[in-house]
């Protein structure tokens, strides 16, 4: 007889819905778990926090949905649900629409060319008979930077050595064609 009860306890047991986890739901402001947070997975009521912020979601589910008065409503995967703590941010903090104006418009490519070009390679300015720049001779950072560049520049010359490899040759050659159209229509446009 106890061998019967014990096997139809154990069967009702695994038949009943199983809770995955239970989730905490805070403000995102101030870190403070939230009560009365309504949650809806795919569509159907689960019910809402208790006064510790925590509400057990259901074992199977695609999306959920947290609302409350006040806060911003998120709607999550279920992945992003069972990382264990869900942040509401209040309404108050998040704009509708934020529109962006100018009063003049810069033209980005003249102020590049306008630019003084230096390169840490380029020689020093010549100096008259006689005259030696000792700082720049006692200069370490200088000279390492000066290093460290000719280094980066002859690494990049073998990057850009072509290769044998005719997918890689072809994609160079699309990129390089690319480019060449875009200088055209710059120059297209400089000339109107």
Same mark, same amino acid.
């Given at each position: 007889? $106890?061998?019967?009860?014990?096997?139809?306890?154990?069967?009702?047991?695994?038949?009943?819905?199983?809770?995955?986890?239970?989730?905490?739901?805070?403000?995102?402001?101030?870190?403070?778990?939230?009560?009365?947070?309504?949650?809806?997975?795919?569509?159907?009521?689960?019910?809402?926090?208790?006064?510790?912020?925590?509400?057990?979601?259901?074992?199977?589910?695609?999306?959920?949905?947290?609302?409350?008065?006040?806060?911003?409503? $998120?709607?999550?995967?279920?992945?992003?649900?069972?990382?264990?703590?869900?942040?509401?941010?209040?309404? $108050?903090?998040?704009?509708?629409?934020?529109?962006?104006?100018?009063?003049?418009?810069?033209?980005?490519?003249?102020?590049?060319?306008?630019?003084?070009?230096?390169?840490?390679?380029?020689?020093?300015?010549?100096?008259?008979?006689?005259?030696?720049?000792?700082?720049?001779?006692?200069?370490?950072?200088?000279?390492?930077?000066?290093?460290?560049?000719?280094?980066?520049?002859?690494?990049?010359?073998?990057?850009?050595?072509?290769?044998?490899?005719?997918?890689?040759?072809?994609?160079?050659?699309?990129?390089?064609?690319?480019?060449?159209?875009?200088?055209?229509?710059?120059?297209? $446009?400089?000339?109107?």
């Amino acid at each position: 007889m $106890e061998k019967k009860i014990f096997l139809l306890i154990a069967i009702l047991t695994t038949a009943l819905p199983v809770d995955a986890q239970q989730v905490l739901v805070c403000d995102g402001a101030t870190k403070f778990p939230l009560r009365d947070v309504l949650v809806t997975t795919d569509g159907h009521p689960v019910g809402s926090t208790n006064y510790l912020g925590l509400i057990s979601m259901p074992a199977d589910f695609v999306t959920a949905t947290f609302k409350r008065k006040g806060f911003v409503p $998120e709607k999550l995967s279920r992945q992003e649900v069972m990382s264990d703590t869900i942040f509401l941010y209040p309404g $108050e903090h998040y704009l509708n629409e934020v529109v962006v104006t100018a009063k003049r418009m810069v033209n980005g490519k003249e102020l590049l060319e306008k630019m003084p070009k230096r390169d840490i390679l380029d020689k020093a300015p010549p100096h008259a008979m006689g005259e030696f720049d000792l700082a720049l001779m006692l200069d370490k950072r200088f000279r390492r930077d000066k290093e460290h560049v000719e280094q980066t520049r002859k690494i990049f010359r073998k990057m850009d050595n072509p290769t044998n490899d005719p997918i890689i040759d072809a994609y160079l050659k699309t990129q390089q064609e690319k480019r060449d159209s875009v200088r055209n229509k710059d120059k297209e $446009e400089e000339k109107k």
